[in-house]
T-cell receptor, first 112, second 114 residues
Framework: QQQVKQSPQSLIVQKGGISIINCAYE??????FPWYQQFPGKGPALLIA?????SEKKEGRFTISFNKSAKQFSLHIMDSQPGDSATYFC???????????FGQGTELSVKP | GAVVSQHPSWVICKSGTSVKIECRSL??????MFWYRQFPKQSLMLMAT?????????EQGVEKDKFLINHASLTLSTLTVTSAHPEDSSFYIC??????????FGPGTRLTVL
């Protein structure tokens, strides 16, 4: 019940296309859902995060869509660029300051 | 803002020795720090959670006597891998939060045990 399932494991997108990564969770107590971007050999960097009281949040080219009833959330990267090629992790937590439960990660490759 | 540093960025040591990794929050006070390890092509695995001035809470399966965590101040936490062995070779990453949900991650430390 603590798991966060992420898909796909890998994704290849053409430059300018839309990258979509999905996550699903079981624990309805989760109340914070961040997305992290990680480049090889580096620590994860926070991209964008959402709480269950909104269905969508947009920051620049990055959008989180949240479906509370389905217990799913997704990251959309618009106008994908080769510099977006990285591994993306979704995560979830509850109880402010609590530990993050990470998805398995998605390796995104944006082809020029 | 919200910068977390780690030192060293990489370390090579001989089997049986101990290695200390430092994690610092540079521009905020980290009430909670987390330590993760990550194997190639895998997700982050939480090892332990530490609150300033308190004993760390270790995840199931993580040996607390092998991975010593100290969170002596609001800006510094250390992870000491005692009697390191080749199977401890991994990428160790810390994160810090200032009494909020948001965790800011350090750049990671690559440990290689020969």
């Amino acid at each position: 019940q603590q798991q966060v399932k992420q898909s796909p494991q890998s994704l290849i997108v053409q430059k300018g296309g839309i990258s979509i990564i999905n996550c699903a969770y079981e624990n309805t107590a989760f109340d914070y859902f961040p997305w992290y971007q990680q480049f090889p050999g580096k620590g994860p960097a926070l991209l964008i995060a959402i709480r269950p009281d909104v269905s969508e949040k947009k920051e620049g080219r990055f959008t989180i869509s949240f479906n509370k009833s389905a217990k799913q959330f997704s990251l959309h990267i618009m106008d994908s660029q080769p510099g977006d090629s990285a591994t993306y992790f979704c995560a979830a937590s509850y109880n402010q300051g609590g530990k993050l439960i990470f998805g398995q990660g998605t390796e995104l490759s944006v082809k020029p | 803002g919200a910068v977390v540093s780690q030192h060293p960025s990489w370390v090579i040591c001989k089997s049986g020795t101990s290695v200390k990794i430092e994690c610092r929050s540079l521009d905020f006070q980290a009430t909670t720090m987390f330590w993760y390890r990550q194997f190639p092509k895998q997700s982050l695995m939480l090892m332990a959670t530490s609150n300033e001035g308190s004993k760390a809470t270790y995840e199931q399966g993580v040996e607390k006597d092998k991975f010593l965590i100290n969170h002596a101040s609001l800006t510094l936490s250390t992870l000491t891998v005692t009697s390191a062995h080749p199977e401890d070779s991994s990428f160790y990453i810390c994160s810090a939060s200032e009494n909020t949900d948001t965790q800011y991650f350090g750049p990671g430390t690559r440990l290689t045990v020969l």
